[in-house]
């Protein structure tokens, strides 16, 4: 597998700044070199796509990725991944990472998300108790290349924009939105002081106020509306079947009970995860008392991995809190950096960590344990997460809302490294925007390809359907 090529040492990302001594280095300097990059990599090479002759098949990586998965749960993952081409995008990420690994590359690392697809963009709440917009997905996140996570973006705005009706110039005309945004916001964050950039963030307020596109500006609202509601004791119940009960519905083949072997491994599990919050918090969590747990199916790429929901009590009937405890596998990244070799000891603790580097402000109950073979990362279930609907999203609120997740990803990288080499690479040109965007329609042809694969393989029977 190729190694990710950085012409300068100090670009890579620290296992850890362990000493106030070391000299940062000068931004005008790294402005220079990422400026030089462009003879190394010119701007008109991010928008080659060409399979590599060893390219898995898409019928073969799906069933590579249903390896160690709930098996009774297979059907409903293919499924929901041949519903659509933005279906199966959001489902195989391991393959877009294979392909964008494979790609010239600027050599630059940053924390990358390793799932930047649009859906993975949404509403939650901050300590604080406002509601902000952010990276919402962080289950491949990892060192990596930032064109990496920037091709996967455009190509699902692309993806999205097919599905939706939108023409081909109007996709263009997205996804152009979207790297002018990321182009711009990296190259202002890029002059901030570093503490600065880590408080900044984006609300819900703020966002309406940014918003052009009428009908866009109006889901953001409604959806907005519907994430304040999604609170622990307004899903009860929801979940519970009623707002008096203590334990969970069960929903088959959605939701689930545990065998009371598995229950006393989960329970021992959280018990464990309470030693990975912050003191403040392991007291006010540790103030719960587990009344039950069952698995609940989430997402399209997720399906099949192990899904926990806790239901947790306080000192009264209302108080209640839901724990989600979620699966955590090495990163679809990580071969492409580190080879065979897992450099991380903790899958679970990886989410934590590069969540909460890229998000400004992240869940305060997020932690992470083990249960049997099996590694977790954990945070609330119900924290106002929401996020504004895309599968009738018109062109023009799509263009719209390509320019805020451009916005966000930018964001989350400058947070970690990277953004002044990163501006200096991108300039002030649209060369860059001309060139995501060939990428991103090569790339919707190919994926639609891939669909039409999964599709037959569906129907020959190939691969499982519920």
Not at 168 to 188: I, K, L, Q, T
Request: aromatic fraction near 8%; proline fraction near 5%.
């Amino acid at each position: 597998m190729p190694e990710t090529r950085t012409a300068d040492p100090s670009l890579h990302l620290a296992d850890a700044f362990t000493s106030f001594r070391i000299p940062a280095s000068d931004r005008g300097e790294r402005v220079v070199h990422g400026k030089k990059l462009r003879a190394v990599t010119p701007h008109t090479l991010l928008g080659r796509w060409q399979p590599t002759p060893d390219r898995p098949g898409v019928v073969d990586i799906i069933e590579r990725t249903h390896e160690g998965r709930l098996e009774w749960l297979l059907g409903v993952r293919t499924a929901r991944m041949a519903a659509s081409p933005f279906g199966l995008l959001r489902g195989t990420a391991n393959l877009m990472a294979w392909d964008v690994a494979h790609l010239p590359s600027t050599g630059v690392q940053t924390t990358a998300c390793g799932d930047a697809h649009i859906g993975n963009i949404g509403f939650y709440r901050s300590p604080e108790g406002a509601l902000v917009i952010d990276l919402n997905d962080f289950d491949e996140a990892h060192t990596g290349a930032w064109e990496w996570d920037l091709r996967r973006l455009v190509a699902s705005i692309w993806v999205l924009g097919r599905d939706n009706g939108a023409s081909e110039g109007e996709c263009d005309e997205a996804v152009h939105a979207c790297v002018r945004a990321y182009r711009d916001e990296v190259s202002f964050l890029s002059k901030q002081p570093l503490l600065w950039r880590a408080y900044n963030h984006l609300d819900v307020e703020s966002l309406g106020d940014t918003v052009t596109e009428t009908s866009l500006r109006d889901e953001i609202e409604r959806a907005a509306k519907a994430a304040r509601k999604r609170t622990s004791d307004r899903h009860l119940p929801k979940l519970t079947g009623d707002a008096a009960s203590t334990r969970i519905a069960e929903d088959p083949p959605v939701v689930t009970h545990p065998s009371e072997e598995e229950f006393e491994a989960l329970a021992e599990g959280l018990d464990a995860y309470l030693a990975t919050l912050t003191p403040q918090w392991r007291r006010i969590v540790g103030g719960y008392t587990l009344h039950d747990i069952a698995h609940k199916v989430v997402g399209v790429g997720s399906v099949g991995l192990r899904a926990w929901v806790a239901l947790l009590v306080g000192s009264r009937p209302d108080d209640v809190l839901f724990l989600q405890l979620k699966e955590a596998r090495r990163s679809v990244l990580a071969p492409f950096v580190h080879g065979d070799t897992a450099r991380h000891a903790h899958q679970g603790q990886r989410v934590v960590e590069y969540q909460q580097q890229l998000q400004t402000v992240s869940d305060p109950l997020l932690g992470w344990t083990t249960v049997g073979e099996h590694q977790y990362y954990v945070r609330q279930f119900r924290n106002m997460k929401g996020g504004v609907p895309l599968d009738a999203m018109s062109a023009t609120a799509l263009v719209d809302y390509a320019g805020i997740v451009g916005h966000l990803l930018a964001k989350g990288h400058a947070r970690t490294s990277g953004a002044s080499v990163i501006s200096g690479y991108l300039g002030k040109s649209d060369a860059p925007a001309d060139a995501f965007a060939a990428f991103a329609r090569d790339y919707a042809d190919q994926t639609e390809a891939d669909h039409a694969q999964l599709v037959k393989a569906v129907k020959t029977g190939r691969l499982p359907t519920a």
